[in-house]
Structure formats: structure tokens, C-alpha cells
């Protein structure tokens, strides 16, 4: 046992979240944080293409249409390409606090079925911080923003400085994202975070 605190439920003491000032407006298009993540670059053909907009306080909303790529069984979503969904939608809340946080925890219910071409309607939500720690939500659901609950994640996310992603990363992907001039301003925003 490494002693590590690894629970869902945020800790008595721990904090709203915090909505940077410059976040996007509500109903704003979140970008695609890389072009090549699978989850919402538009640079990967058979990715997610997540489309996250913000939300009030410290919430985005998204759509992600299920395609044959994805499929598990015949003609259904795959359970790990719906955990991807959840993940990318939270990980997107990081646009609101402006904290770079990577994902600790996810634990995902799968409560329907999900068919090939079903339009996934995504909502995430910060519920308190602890530390580094960021405790979120997200559900999905089908046939419409108010139909089913057929997926819902809780997580902690974990925040992280830039240099995560510089010592971490292969060294030929981190070279290319340091000399693209969109990708810098991405980097940015996150950088003059207090
Ligand atoms: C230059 C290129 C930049 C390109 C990118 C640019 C910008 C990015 C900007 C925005 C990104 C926007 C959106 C991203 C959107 C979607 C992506 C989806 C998200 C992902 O898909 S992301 C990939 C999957 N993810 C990982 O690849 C993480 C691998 N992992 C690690 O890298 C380490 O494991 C780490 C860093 C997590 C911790 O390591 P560490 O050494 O820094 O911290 P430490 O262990 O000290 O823990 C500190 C406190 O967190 C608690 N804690 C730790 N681990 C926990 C766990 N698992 N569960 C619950 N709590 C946990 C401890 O209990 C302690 O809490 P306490 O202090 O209370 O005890």
C-alpha cells in the first residue's frame, strides 16, 4: 500500500472550483487542445472529434456522434471508446480554471447501450478542489441533451506543470508542438495561469 489517497468523494475541507477570468464565454467553442488528440484533434481521421463548448461556472457541454470505428460489439459503442468521451469532456474543463490537470481516476458507469451513429450529449462539471487534486463529473446521454443518462464518470484529475508533457512526451511530437505557432498559443494560455 502506497499510503495514497485515492477516493472520489472530495475530502471535508477541499474547495469550489475557481473560473478563470478569461475563460471562454459560456456557449464558446472549446478548440481542439492538440491536433492529434484522439479525442477532439481534427488532425486524427478516425478520432472522437469532440466538439466541447463552455459552460456557466465551471461546466462544458459536448457532442460526439458514435461511427463504425468505434464500434465494441456489433453495431455498438466500445466501453473504452465511451470512457475516452468522459475523459476528453473533463479533461476539457481544465480551459475553465486554466489549471493543465491530467487524469488520476476515472470510474465509469455504463448504464444503456450505445448504437452506431448515436449522438453522445456530454456534460462535465468541477465539483471541488483539493490541492492538486480536481474532483469532476460527467454524464451522456442519448436521443437528446435532456434523454437517458446512458454513460456517467466520476474522476480526479491531477494537476501538472507544462513540463509533464516536455519530459514526458517523444521527443519528435514535443519538437513539432514547440515550433507550431497555434499550438504555442495554447501552451500559453496555460502558462500565465498564476
Ligand atoms: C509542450 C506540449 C504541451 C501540449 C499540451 C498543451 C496544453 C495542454 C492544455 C490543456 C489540456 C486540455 C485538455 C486535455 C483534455 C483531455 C485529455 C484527457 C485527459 C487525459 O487523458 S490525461 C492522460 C492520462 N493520464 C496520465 O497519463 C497521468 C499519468 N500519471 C502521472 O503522470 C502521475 O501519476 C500524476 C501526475 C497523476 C501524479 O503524480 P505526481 O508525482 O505529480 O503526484 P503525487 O503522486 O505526488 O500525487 C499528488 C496528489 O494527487 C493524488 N493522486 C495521484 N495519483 C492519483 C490517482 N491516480 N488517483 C487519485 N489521486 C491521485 C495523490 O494522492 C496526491 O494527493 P495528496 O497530496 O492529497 O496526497
Not at 514526458?168 to 507550431?180: M, Y
Amino acid at each position: 500500500m502506497s499510503g495514497r489517497t485515492t477516493a472520489l468523494t472530495p475530502p471535508a475541507d477541499a474547495r469550489p472550483p475557481v473560473r478563470h477570468p478569461e475563460a471562454p464565454a459560456p456557449g464558446e467553442v472549446i478548440g481542439a487542445h492538440y491536433d492529434n488528440c484522439f479525442g477532439c484533434g481534427g488532425g486524427v481521421p478516425h478520432g472522437l472529434h469532440l466538439e466541447v463548448r463552455a459552460g456557466e461556472g465551471v461546466r462544458v457541454t459536448a457532442e460526439f456522434r458514435v461511427r463504425e470505428a468505434h464500434q465494441g460489439a456489433p453495431g455498438l459503442a466500445h466501453g473504452g471508446v465511451l470512457a475516452t468521451a468522459l475523459d476528453e469532456t473533463l479533461g476539457s474543463l481544465n480551459w475553465l480554471t486554466r489549471v493543465i490537470a491530467v487524469t488520476g481516476r476515472l470510474e465509469t458507469d455504463y448504464v444503456l447501450p450505445v448504437p452506431v451513429d448515436t449522438v453522445l450529449h456530454l456534460d462535465a462539471e468541477v465539483s471541488a478542489v483539493h490541492g492538486r487534486k480536481i474532483y469532476c463529473t460527467a454524464t451522456g446521454r442519448i436521443g437528446g441533451p435532456e434523454g437517458p443518462v446512458a454513460v456517467r464518470a466520476d474522476a480526479v484529475f491531477i494537476e501538472v506543470k507544462l513540463e509533464h508533457f516536455v519530459n514526458n512526451g517523444r521527443p519528435a511530437e514535443i519538437k513539432a508542438v514547440l515550433s507550431d505557432p497555434d499550438q504555442l498559443k495554447v501552451v500559453r494560455a496555460f502558462e500565465v495561469n498564476p
